[in-house]
């Protein structure tokens, strides 16, 4: 059996180079590369290494590596770019000079990444749950400002 840091070191460059949706696919290619070891000790590699699991473009899930700011995009890399933005986008609603997006679970994420790119100058930053993002506009944008900006990145 391999030692921890070269069994970590694997799991990232699985991850990296290829799409697992599942802990069992991971398994199966630790094993083939003769690392014996449980789900459990697999979840815990994948706890320590702050995997996410995110939705992918054909509608399932996919493990992405806390690393840089390609996080969100990795698992949309072969989508079309405004794809996952139709598919997980539900609506939008007002408080205030704030907006609040409902999205499908899993999907606010790369969603609130596109915002917050798309629309730096006029957007302060969003705040993204599981299934809501929060959208802190600029002092000087008002409601309708806001709503064209976020209809030329929203399907609004």
Sequence with gaps: MKDKSNRLLLIKDIIKNNKIGSQEEMLAILQKNNF????????R?????????????????????????NVIKAAWSKAPEASYITNGFLSVDYCGAFAVVKTKPGYSGGIAADIDQKASSEILGTIAGDDTILIIPRDHITRPELTRILSEILPI
Excluded: I
């Excluded at 014996?36 to 979840?43: G, I, K, N, P, V």
């Excluded at 320590?48 to 806390?66: C, I």
């Design 36 to 43: 014996d070891l449980t789900q459990a000790t697999l979840s």
């Design 45 to 69: 590699d994948l706890k320590q290494l702050k995997v996410a699991k995110m939705p992918d473009y054909e509608g399932g899930y996919v493990y992405v590596l806390p690393e840089g700011p």
